[in-house]
């Protein structure tokens, strides 16, 4: 039973990190109107769907990691970063994602009560979340289980790629935008 | 008798354009416990009567101010304009706005009197509540009112609503200001009413509406009259309905019967294009679409294509900005394919009746 619970935790945080980097993905697509092809309320509908179904992958892989009792994570240490009685440094980087996974959920939920910008101050966290995710599923995985840590690879360059896109991407609203901000507002 | 019933037996509507009650907007500035912000921008194009009022009548406008805002009162002008300076050396509390078209509009002079840009903000409830921009930036209740509406609030008070209510129809009362421009000899600020003929407000300003060019009546945000039409209407809301016009904020620009219409026309939306604050989709890029299509148009496209394709645009970009901006050029565009339609296909056949203006000349203009 043990080790069924070792087995699906770390298949569920594997599976967490793949979809993670679905959503980031999603979301570099989001940032202004770039595609006549792909629907924008697609790709939004899908960011947020998948998103939520992360989570759900994201829960099981942090319940199965605390029941299982071959190494010491307990409930606290879900929750608190590096306070992991096993590998707590790795271990932590998880939590830490984990817990700006929870502030991005709760405002998203509660988006329709809150400024854009106090949204959107937390959401950009999520720039930070993602690469923590993939450190810590990389440094998790042994290296007796290459698929474990080529999959963290795959995803910093899949993902990588798509911030490297909407970093340099150009569009018109973007640049008129910018032109007519140099002119005298204030 | 208080404030808000006597400006509500008066019937005073807002003068910078809007033509709002100005006892509503009174009373929810004191319910709110608003700051006010006096518009002396003269922002439409041509406008001249802010100026005026600070001019002549400073002592009576902040009279009226104070009446509204108490101690909270600031002065908004056209940043470099003599208006501005007249208003410091009065030792007022100037605000002082960029010398740009929607600066000068309700709600960026809201958000540039409490440290924002001055552009426009989206409107969730009247600011004169409080509120919040599109950022949630907290937003102070802040009610705008023109600095002719405020003097006119001190002469309502001073003489009361029936001296008031014996000028203009009794749907529109009261005396206005109205700028005339253009093709006139005299230009300047016209003391009015509503329901005066345009003919004789133009006559005020030594103009002749028997031989000008067309009429524009309030500005970007107004509407063209042919010479016939402006001869023969009263300066009304009824009077202007039939046109799309209004009166609006006082201006009218009489073209010059020698220079050719569209070319003017030309100008003015080329001039719309640049002032978008570069905030919503239809104004920063409809607006120098429906400038492109007038100069195509001008320099003497086929008019069928290029009409249908400006008809399609000016219906797509209403109704869809912020701050109304794209709404009023798009009805001055559309009045101005349906005055000038005739010219328009002069100018596709290659030739323009206007004057000596030849089509070299065209060129030069709209190139510029």
């Known amino acids: 039973m043990n080790e069924l619970l070792w087995f699906v935790s770390r298949a569920t945080g594997t599976a967490s990190i793949v979809l993670l980097t679905a959503v980031l993905v999603l979301g570099a697509l989001t940032a202004g109107r770039r595609s006549r092809a792909l629907s924008q309320t697609v790709v939004v509908g899908l960011h947020r769907s998948l998103a939520l179904g992360t989570s759900a992958f994201l829960l099981a892989h942090i319940g199965t990691a605390v029941l299982e009792t071959y190494v010491s994570i307990d409930w606290i240490s879900a929750f608190v970063p590096f306070t992991a009685g096993y590998r707590p440094l790795w271990v932590g980087l998880g939590t830490l994602a984990f817990d700006i996974v929870l502030a991005v959920v709760a405002t998203s939920l509660l988006r329709h009560r809150l400024s854009r910008r106090a949204w959107k101050a937390v959401h950009l966290m999520a720039f930070a979340l993602w690469p923590l995710a993939l450190v810590h599923g990389y440094a998790m995985g042994t290296s007796n289980e290459p698929l474990l840590r080529l999959v963290p690879v795959a995803c910093a360059v899949v993902g990588g790629l798509a911030l490297t896109w909407r970093a340099l991407a150009r569009h018109a609203d973007q640049e008129r935008r910018q032109a007519i901000l140099t002119q005298e507002w204030s | ?368």
């Open chain 2, 1 to 368: 008798m208080n404030l808000v019933e006597l400006l509500d037996q008066s019937g005073l509507t807002g003068r910078g354009g809007a033509a709002f009650s100005t006892a509503t907007k009174v009373r929810a500035a004191h319910e709110h416990r608003a700051a006010l912000v006096v518009n002396a921008c003269d922002g439409e194009i041509g406008a001249v009567k802010d100026a005026y009022v600070v001019e002549h009548h400073l002592a009576a406008l902040v009279r009226g101010a104070t009446l509204v805002g108490g101690r909270r009162v600031r002065y908004a002008a056209h940043r470099g304009s003599a208006t501005e300076a007249r208003l410091r050396a009065a030792g007022l509390d100037v605000l002082s706005a960029p010398a740009r078209y929607v600066s000068s509009e309700e709600t960026s002079l809201i958000s540039l009197a409490q440290g924002g840009l001055a552009r426009p903000m989206t409107k969730r409830q009247p600011f004169v509540m409080g509120g919040a921009d599109s950022e949630g930036r907290r937003i102070r209740p802040t009610v705008v009112l023109n600095a002719e509406t405020l003097w006119r609030v001190a002469q309502v008070v001073e003489h009361g609503p029936h001296w008031f209510r014996a000028q203009g129809l009794p749907k529109e009362p009261g005396p206005r200001l109205v700028g005339v421009g253009g093709a006139v000899s005299r230009p300047g600020v016209i003391a009015t009413s509503a329901g005066i003929p345009l003919r004789d407000i133009v006559a005020a300003a030594e103009g002749d509406l028997d031989r000008s060019g067309p009429v524009i009546v309030g500005g970007l945000g107004g509407v063209l009259l042919s010479r016939a039409e402006a001869a023969a209407a009263p300066w009304s809301t009824e009077g202007l309905r039939p046109f799309g016009g209004r009166p609006g904020p006082g201006v009218v620009h009489v073209l010059d019967p020698d220079a050719c219409p569209v070319v003017e026309l030309a100008r003015w939306f080329d001039h719309a294009a640049g002032e978008s604050a570069g905030q919503c989709g239809p104004c920063m890029f409809g607006l120098p679409a429906i400038a492109a299509d007038w100069r195509e148009l001008a320099a003497g496209a086929s008019p069928a294509p290029a009409r249908q394709r400006l008809l399609r645009r000016t219906a797509s970009v209403t109704g869809r900005g912020a701050c109304r901006f794209p709404d009023g050029v798009a009805g001055l565009a559309t009045s101005a394919l349906r005055v000038l339609s005739d010219h328009l296909a002069d100018h596709a056949s290659g030739h323009c009746a206007a004057g000596q203006t030849s089509r070299s000349s065209h060129d030069r203009v709209l190139a510029h």
